[in-house]
C-alpha cells in the first residue's frame, strides 16, 4: 500500500462527511487505504462513517471504539490512546493525517505530496498551507503567513516554532517498523510528540498553495493545551527536555534556549499564583 490516510476522530458528526468526501476525490496514480478510529463517538459519527464504508467498500478500514481509549486522566492526553493506536494500524509507505473535523480542498494534494516525497529522499515530512476557519464566526485566515520556509529542519521545531498544520502532512511511515520513543507517552502535545520524532528522519517541506480547511471549535483540544494552562507549560518544557537527551545532547544550544522561555513562563505562573 502506497499511503494511509490517518482519520482519528470523536464526536465530528458535523464534519466527518466533508473529511471523508475530501479523501474520496483524490486523484492518484497509487493505491491508498482510509483508515478511521473513532473514539466510542456519542453522537452519529459511527453511523456516518459506517454509511461510508458501503458505499466504498475495501477503500475504508474503521476501529469503531465501543468503549473510549482513553486516557480519562490528565485532560490533556484526551484522545491519546486511539491516536496512537491508529498510528500504528496505517500500513502504507506513507500516511496522511487528517482529523475527523478538517478536510481537504485539492483533489490533486495526495499526489502532489507523495510524487515530493518520492522525489525527495531525503524529506521525511511534506507539509501545506491550510485555511483556519471559526466555529463561533471569527475572520477566517491562513495556517502559514507568506514567508514561511520552503524547507524546515528539527531545528526549527526545537525552537518551538509550530508551522504544520495536521491535516497538511504527509509523512513517511517512520512508526511501521519502528515504536514510539520513550519519552512520547509522557507528552502531552502528541502532535508535536509525532513530528519531533518524524523531523529526527529528515527534512520537511512546504508547498505555499492551501490543500485544505482546518476547523476551530470549542471542543477541540487546541482549547486544553491554552497558554493558561500551567500543567500543559511545564509537560511541555518536560517534553522538550527528554527530546534533548533522545537527541543524545546534539541540539543542546537550541533547546537550551527554549527551555529557558519555559523556566520563564512557569516562573511567572508562580508568581500569579504566590
Given at each position: 500500500m502506497k499511503l494511509s490516510v490517518c482519520v482519528p476522530t470523536y464526536n465530528h458528526e458535523r464534519y466527518i462527511g466533508q473529511m471523508l468526501d475530501g479523501a474520496l476525490m483524490q486523484v492518484t496514480d497509487f493505491e491508498f487505504e482510509i483508515v478511521i478510529g473513532d473514539d466510542a463517538s456519542t453522537d452519529a459519527t459511527p453511523a456516518i462513517i459506517r454509511e461510508y464504508q458501503e458505499k466504498n467498500p475495501g477503500r475504508i478500514r474503521a476501529y469503531l471504539h465501543s468503549e473510549n481509549q482513553g486516557p480519562k486522566e490528565p485532560r490533556e492526553f484526551a484522545g491519546r490512546n486511539n491516536v496512537l493506536q491508529l498510528l500504528k494500524a496505517c500500513k502504507g509507505e506513507y500516511v496522511a493525517m487528517c482529523e475527523g473535523d478538517d478536510y481537504w480542498t485539492d483533489p490533486l494534494k495526495l499526489q502532489k505530496q507523495v510524487d515530493f516525497l518520492d522525489a525527495n529522499p531525503d524529506f521525511a515530512i511534506s507539509h501545506h498551507n491550510v485555511l483556519v476557519t471559526y466555529e463561533d464566526g471569527s475572520p477566517e485566515h491562513f495556517f502559514n503567513t507568506p514567508d514561511q520556509k520552503a524547507v524546515s529542519s528539527i531545528e526549527d521545531i526545537l525552537e518551538d516554532k509550530w508551522f504544520m498544520a495536521t491535516a497538511s502532512w504527509v509523512y513517511r511511515n517512520h512508526f511501521l517498523q519502528?515504536?514510539?520513543?520513550?519519552?512520547?507517552?509522557?507528552?502531552?502535545?502528541?502532535?508535536?510528540?509525532?513530528?519531533?520524532?518524524?523531523?529526527?528522519?529528515?527534512?520537511?517541506?512546504?508547498?505555499?498553495?492551501?490543500?485544505g480547511v482546518y476547523h476551530k471549535h470549542s471542543a477541540g483540544l487546541s482549547n486544553v493545551h491554552a497558554n493558561t494552562n500551567q500543567k500543559f507549560w511545564q509537560n511541555r518544557r518536560d517534553m522538550f527536555e527528554n527530546v534533548g537527551k533522545w537527541l543524545g545532547n546534539r541540539y543542546d544550544e537550541v533547546i537550551a534556549k527554549t527551555l529557558a522561555r519555559y523556566d520563564e513562563q512557569l516562573s511567572l505562573f508562580e508568581k500569579i499564583g504566590s
Amino acid at each position: 500500500m502506497k499511503l494511509s490516510v490517518c482519520v482519528p476522530t470523536y464526536n465530528h458528526e458535523r464534519y466527518i462527511g466533508q473529511m471523508l468526501d475530501g479523501a474520496l476525490m483524490q486523484v492518484t496514480d497509487f493505491e491508498f487505504e482510509i483508515v478511521i478510529g473513532d473514539d466510542a463517538s456519542t453522537d452519529a459519527t459511527p453511523a456516518i462513517i459506517r454509511e461510508y464504508q458501503e458505499k466504498n467498500p475495501g477503500r475504508i478500514r474503521a476501529y469503531l471504539h465501543s468503549e473510549n481509549q482513553g486516557p480519562k486522566e490528565p485532560r490533556e492526553f484526551a484522545g491519546r490512546n486511539n491516536v496512537l493506536q491508529l498510528l500504528k494500524a496505517c500500513k502504507g509507505e506513507y500516511v496522511a493525517m487528517c482529523e475527523g473535523d478538517d478536510y481537504w480542498t485539492d483533489p490533486l494534494k495526495l499526489q502532489k505530496q507523495v510524487d515530493f516525497l518520492d522525489a525527495n529522499p531525503d524529506f521525511a515530512i511534506s507539509h501545506h498551507n491550510v485555511l483556519v476557519t471559526y466555529e463561533d464566526g471569527s475572520p477566517e485566515h491562513f495556517f502559514n503567513t507568506p514567508d514561511q520556509k520552503a524547507v524546515s529542519s528539527i531545528e526549527d521545531i526545537l525552537e518551538d516554532k509550530w508551522f504544520m498544520a495536521t491535516a497538511s502532512w504527509v509523512y513517511r511511515n517512520h512508526f511501521l517498523q519502528n515504536d514510539f520513543a520513550d519519552w512520547h507517552a509522557k507528552a502531552a502535545a502528541g502532535d508535536w510528540a509525532v513530528i519531533i520524532q518524524l523531523a529526527a528522519q529528515g527534512k520537511i517541506g512546504y508547498f505555499p498553495e492551501p490543500m485544505g480547511v482546518y476547523h476551530k471549535h470549542s471542543a477541540g483540544l487546541s482549547n486544553v493545551h491554552a497558554n493558561t494552562n500551567q500543567k500543559f507549560w511545564q509537560n511541555r518544557r518536560d517534553m522538550f527536555e527528554n527530546v534533548g537527551k533522545w537527541l543524545g545532547n546534539r541540539y543542546d544550544e537550541v533547546i537550551a534556549k527554549t527551555l529557558a522561555r519555559y523556566d520563564e513562563q512557569l516562573s511567572l505562573f508562580e508568581k500569579i499564583g504566590s
